[in-house]
């Protein structure tokens, strides 16, 4: 069975950077889709980064410019740089891994909060 566990999360000041991590067990070796969403209170989760196997990357416009989707292979982790955090950013961020033959898997979410 396939699980994914985010970390990173955290409390930091407007214009701060976080990095978030999501791990991936067994493997990502498979998979062709990888994504970063966001749900603030009350909101609905909306897709935040995509990247694909092939390494094509997608970004929110609210994001575009200040985020960076990356993974590491050998280490089975999806990462997402986050620079000049905005209180707007402030959300529970969920990672999701797609594999062939319709198998999805999410992560159970790591909360960033952006205050001063």
């Known amino acids: 069975q396939v699980q994914l566990v985010e970390s990173g999360g955290g409390l930091v000041e407007p214009g701060g950077s976080l990095t978030l991590s999501c791990k991936v067990s067994p493997s990502i070796g498979s998979a062709f889709l990888m994504d970063w969403h966001r749900q603030g209170l009350g909101d609905q989760r909306d897709l935040v980064a995509a990247l694909t196997r092939s390494g094509a990357s997608t970004y929110a416009a609210s994001v575009r410019g200040r985020f960076t989707i990356s993974r590491d292979n050998a280490k089975n982790t999806v990462y997402l740089e986050m620079d000049k955090l905005q209180v707007e950013d402030t959300a529970v961020y969920f990672c999701?891994?797609?594999?062939?033959?319709?198998?999805?898997?999410w992560g159970q979410g790591t909360r960033v909060t952006v205050s001063s």
């Open positions: 999701r891994v797609q594999f062939p033959g319709g198998n999805v898997y």
